[in-house]
């Protein structure tokens, strides 16, 4: 049955468990690519060898019904997933290197539901359906109807179901709101009856939700109060669909929202909406997430022939697209054409900046200069990748479609470390939290640690 709508819903209050304080950042990981999305986890020890099918080093393995390319999140003992099931079952999607833009013909009625799982034993703790029905929009045949990660706080779970609406629940699962953002149609730029989904994910600022839309029609950011899902502010856009993640520079005092899309990258004032800085030249298609390090904020898409990465110094103010013929000027440090990726977000690392292709080309960059330290073609099984890397304890950890981790070591030499198969194809981003990383495949939510 449907759940009747309202644009926001704010229910009885209740007592919220697990403030913030009360966790450590070792056994958090909060979001899409952990904190501020940077992808890095130091002190945890994790396996440098494992076998899904096999069972070595795998801690536990919960089957997670339906289908998501959401990455799960943790914070403290408990473990976050989101899903799409299908009511005509056999959920499946296509992967690997193509150029096919349709959309899947599946528009069952389906139920979209949050899980949480225990940290240490994988078993299900509760599970919240959020959304009942035939699907708002259609997704694309790679895609699901649940691509977004979800965000905790610790006090609340965020779930962005795309059209199917934002929903707040507490750590025991109980709906505080829900909010409806009506038909998000983000398909093809220059297809318009292609319908591929949306995968943005929310973020948490302070006390504010936000998300990105950016579709067919109408293009927005919105922010809205994390405890009620009231608006505290709309900011329209002029832009195609896109479906990176937004983010939140925060350093010495400078804070700046950061997204990516395809008319201009753009930075706003996280409490106001208000837009700060914009950047043009980049791709048609936008998909990876901006990081930062220091004073520089790294911005990347993969569609060609722009394929652009950006990195743009913090502090930016009007117009700072760069001139014919330019590839650096007052508030961009460098950048390079052809050589942004598709869909992975690209990952910094120590003095150096990573970028995975779609098709496993690995490059390293000197992050401050943008001289090119190594280019690394990876020997893999065809499906390309489409997750983004993640690094702990100088490894670097890169997981292909075809369910196989890539274990390569930091620094300015490229050595592969090892290739670990879980069995399963892999979509999803893995997350590291308390001397575990939590990797999703199709079906499944394995734990890896020693």
């Known amino acids: 049955m449907k759940l009747k709508w309202s644009l926001s819903l704010a229910l009885v209050p209740f007592c919220v468990a697990g403030l913030s304080a009360q966790v450590s950042n070792r056994d958090r990981w909060s979001s899409f690519r952990g904190e501020r999305a940077s ?9 440098e060898r494992w076998d899904g099918q096999k069972g070595v080093n795998v801690k536990w393995k919960t089957r997670i019904p339906g289908l998501a390319h959401s990455s799960p999140i943790v914070w403290g003992n408990r473990v976050f997933v989101t899903t799409a099931i299908s009511s005509r079952g056999g959920d499946s999607f296509r992967h690997g290197l193509y150029g096919d833009g349709t959309a899947s013909e599946d528009r069952s009625p389906h139920q979209w539901k949050i899980y949480a799982l225990d940290r240490s034993s994988g078993k299900v703790l509760w599970e919240k359906i959020a959304y009942e029905g035939v699907p708002r929009e259609k997704r694309h045949i790679k895609a699901s109807y649940a691509n977004s990660t979800p965000v905790t706080d610790g006090r609340y779970v965020i779930a962005f179901f795309g059209s199917q609406g934002l929903y707040a629940v507490d750590m025991q699962g109980r709906l505080a709101w829900k909010k409806d953002l009506g038909v998000l149609n983000a398909g093809a730029y220059d297809a318009p009856d292609y319908e591929w989904g949306t995968a943005s994910s929310s973020i948490i600022y302070k006390n504010l939700v936000i998300v990105q839309c950016d579709t067919q029609g109408e293009s927005f950011l919105i922010a809205a109060d994390i405890k009620t899902g009231k608006t505290i502010w709309k900011t329209a856009r002029e832009e195609l669909p896109s479906w990176g993640t937004p983010n939140v520079y925060d350093v010495a005092g400078r804070v700046e929202l950061v997204t ?43 569609r060609r022939p722009e394929a652009p990465i950006f990195v743009i110094r913090a502090g930016a103010a009007g117009d700072i697209t760069l001139g014919k013929g330019e590839t ?46 190594y280019r690394q073609r990876l020997a893999h099984q065809g499906g390309g990748f489409s997750a983004s890397p993640v690094a702990a304890d100088g490894k670097i950890y890169l997981p292909s479609e075809d369910g196989e981790m890539y274990v390569v070591k930091a620094g300015p030499q490229y050595e592969l470390l090892a290739t670990n198969p879980l069995g ?27």
């Open 260 to 302: 990516n899309a395809s008319n201009f990258i753009r930075g706003y004032d996280p409490l106001t909406g208000k837009e700060l800085w914009r950047l043009g030249g980049s791709s048609k298609i936008t998909a990876p997430t901006p990081v930062f390090s220091g004073d520089l904020i790294v911005v990347a898409s993969g």
């Open 328 to 373: 650096s000027n007052k508030y961009i440090a460098w950048s390079k054409q052809a050589r942004g990726s598709y869909m992975p977000t690209p990952l910094i690392y120590g003095n150096y900046l990573y970028v995975l292709s779609n098709q496993g080309v690995f490059d390293c960059y000197d992050l401050k200069t943008g001289s090119e330290i």
């Open 424 to 450: 399963e194809l892999m979509m999803a981003t893995p997350a590291i939290s308390s001397g575990t990383m939590f990797v999703r495949t199709q079906h499944h939510l394995f734990a890896i640690s020693r």
């Open 39 to 47: 992808g890095v986890a130091e002190g945890h020890n994790l396996p």
